[in-house]
């Protein structure tokens, strides 16, 4: 049984099942970027048939997360943007920190989730890892969660570097690791728990990571920002926030080479009205979605 969400302001985007799986898509809310940045090098008369651009020329994304039901553990992919913003972020983003909502309106509760993997920091990946409650308390937001992200990605983010500082804000990790809540994932695979793994798609940054999803010989992808949206298939439409975009274009083919004979079902990371779909190989050489309809 699947089902995509009808409605943009639907909260839940998507269920499906996996093998002996469930998948659920869930949402924080749409939010808005600069559709140049999204687009990178690619002109904006080319970008926008897919992507329509508001006056300010921004563009509306998602914030899917992915949550897994194994029948053994319940698995969190991503925890969206959070509600830590600064009040002039939280504005330009037009951010709207409905994840909680959207666990209730699944029927899913917070402490029952045991694995929360982030895919890499950036502030629009991790940011309901932990939640400002009314006592102005940082506290997790899964309670029963063990945390998993790179420890690349903690390095770095430490580094506060001119060119991304604003996309790592410490109190997304900083508690879960002096907690002992998260733990820190080495090298460029490893397994969470049966059926969980990760493996590292370098590009967006040094140490992205994709979720595997496997359940009785079928395979679901959470590609994170190697492909943001269906609209980011051409493996040259990448990113302008892309730290290494030459890499990413080698990295895409890498997924294609599998994901495409493999038939993996995508799961893109910041697509709200596509969050979902299989991806073929066009006569022309280029990947073209097979999208699931409501
Ligand atoms: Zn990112």
Redo the contacts with the bound molecule.
Sequence with gaps: MTSVAGEPDDLVRACTTLGEFELTILTDGSYYLDGGAMFGVVPKVMWEKRAPADAQNRIQLGTNTVVVRTGRHTVVVETGIGNKLPEKLRAIYDAKQLLPKSFAAAGIRLDEVDIVIN??L?F??CGWNTTLNERGELVPTFPNARYFAHRGEVEHGRLQLERDAI?YRSANYEPLLESGQMTLIDGSTSEIVPGISVECFPG??AQ?LAIMIDSSGKRACYI??LI?TAAHLDPTWVMG?DLDPVRCIAERRRFYERAIPEEWLVLF?HDHSTPMGYINMAENGKPLLRKITP
């Design positions: 895919s890499h950036h629009d990946h996309s967006h940054t992205t994170s920002d943001p926030y990371t």
